[in-house]
């Protein structure tokens, strides 16, 4: 069983910061592929907000280019979101989505497979 966890959320002022995380966990033998984070405002669409490879090449939406970095520790098999400038526009219920590898050398061997995996969500609100 394997999960991803969110944390770092919470209320925040404009153009204030916040840095969120992303853990996966479990008992299986996985790696982190491509990590990317997403948010969903109140009656809107989920919507993407960044993304770092495997080989840690990182893209964004225009909205937050310049404002967040997206990072990882493979180590910790671990990825973070570092938000800076906040607006209340940022508001939101931010997720997310891992690639993971079953097992971690499964690209060298052929032998296993990659799926996709979901957090459960960690609130931002940013009051102006």
């Known amino acids: 069983q394997v999960q991803l966890v969110e944390s770092g959320g919470g209320l925040v002022q404009a153009g204030g910061s916040v840095r969120l995380s992303c853990v996966a966990s479990?008992?299986?033998?996985?790696?982190?592929?491509?990590v990317a984070w997403y948010r969903q405002a109140p009656g809107k669409q989920r919507e993407f907000v960044a993304k770092?490879?495997?080989?840690?090449?990182?893209n964004y939406a225009d909205f937050v280019k310049g404002r967040f970095t997206i990072s990882r520790d493979g180590a910790k098999n671990t990825a973070y979101l570092q938000m800076d400038s906040l607006k209340p526009e940022d508001t939101g219920v931010y997720y997310c989505?891992?690639?993971?590898?079953?097992?971690?050398?499964?690209?060298?061997?052929?032998?296993?497979?990659?799926?996709?995996?979901w957090g459960q969500g960690t609130q931002v609100t940013v009051s102006s």
């Open positions: 770092i490879t495997g080989g840690d090449v990182s």
């Open positions: 989505n891992a690639d993971l590898r079953f097992p971690p050398d499964y690209l060298l061997t052929g032998d296993g497979n990659e799926y996709a995996y």
């Open positions: 479990g008992s299986s033998d996985f790696a982190v592929s491509a």
